[in-house]
């Protein structure tokens, strides 16, 4: 793996000197935050050795290089779910990537169903937390401590410099945000009336198919790292509404000028 991540990276090196200081993984419906960024070069995951291509309707496949303000940043327009059939180490390989091109930072964004009773489509959680019920976790096996160590800290998953940050900036942009523990599943189906109550019995306020292995790989390399979610669909109904995946990403395109502007702010101002 060491060897696979060196090679990527010296590749991209040698496509381009910019050294990002936030990597961006950009979820369902999210991808327009790349109009936000200056963009210096994009690189298509198929162009960039050993990178696996996304196959999902509604994710792009590049890398973004580029700035906001004075901030260097690299954003994965469209990422790996573990249910397409990529392995852990698919899934996080971009991570690792990320970080031996300079990244410290990293922002996730998904779209996740929700089962907290204060939440409505649209909500905006903040990730104060998450609960790994994948079935594979992406650090088993032999242990590369180039990388980090074999037993990972995970008591602040999620900054909370970071998520202090972002609730001032919306309290002053009076934008609602609410805390949220993301539940991770392995997808692809969407949940049954009884596995979202089971997500609130295990103490999660939102379940989704992603973000928790990416967290993980992250914090084994000691990236700070910060999650946000769309809550695209309730969950905690006595009676589940039919669920789409095109419903997903209407949900989430119009929560998204918000989860833009607040982002956008975090890099700006963190
Ligand atoms: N469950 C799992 N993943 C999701 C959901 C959901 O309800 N909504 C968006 N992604």
């Not at 961006?24 to 050795?49: A, C, M, N, Q």
């Amino acid at each position: 793996m060491w060897e696979l991540v060196q090679e990527t990276v010296n590749y991209i090196k040698n496509k381009t000197n910019f050294t990002p200081e936030y990597g961006v993984i950009l979820g369902s419906g999210l991808g327009s935050f790349t109009d936000d960024i200056k963009v210096e070069f994009t690189l298509p995951y198929h162009e960039i050795p050993n990178f696996p291509v996304s196959t999902v309707e509604g994710h792009k496949g590049a890398l973004v290089f580029g700035s906001i303000g004075d901030k260097k940043v690299v954003a994965m327009q469209g990422r790996f779910h573990y249910y397409e059939g990529y392995s852990m180490q698919e899934v996080t390989f971009p991570v690792r990537v990320m970080k031996y091109i300079g990244v410290t930072k990293l922002i996730v964004s998904n779209a996740s169903g929700g089962v907290n009773p204060n939440y409505r489509v649209g909500s905006i959680a903040i990730i104060s937390d998450h609960i790994n019920m994948m079935p594979e976790h992406p650090l088993r096996g032999k242990n590369d401590s180039r990388f980090g160590p074999r037993f990972v800290n995970m008591s602040e998953p999620y900054s909370l410099k970071m998520i202090e940050k972002i609730k001032e900036i919306a309290k002053a942009s009076n934008i609602e945000v609410h805390d949220g523990v993301y539940l991770g599943l392995q997808g692809p189906t969407f949940e049954t009336l009884h596995e979202y109550k089971m997500v609130k019995v295990l103490g999660a306020d939102c379940v989704g198919m992603s973000t928790v292995p990416e967290v993980i790989v992250a914090r084994h390399m000691e990236l700070e790292t910060f999650g946000i979610s769309v809550i695209t669909d309730i969950g905690s109904e006595e009676h589940l509404e039919s669920i789409t995946h095109e419903e997903v990403l209407k949900a989430a395109q119009e929560a998204e000028p918000k989860v833009r502007h607040l982002i956008k702010e975090l890099i700006l101002q963190y």
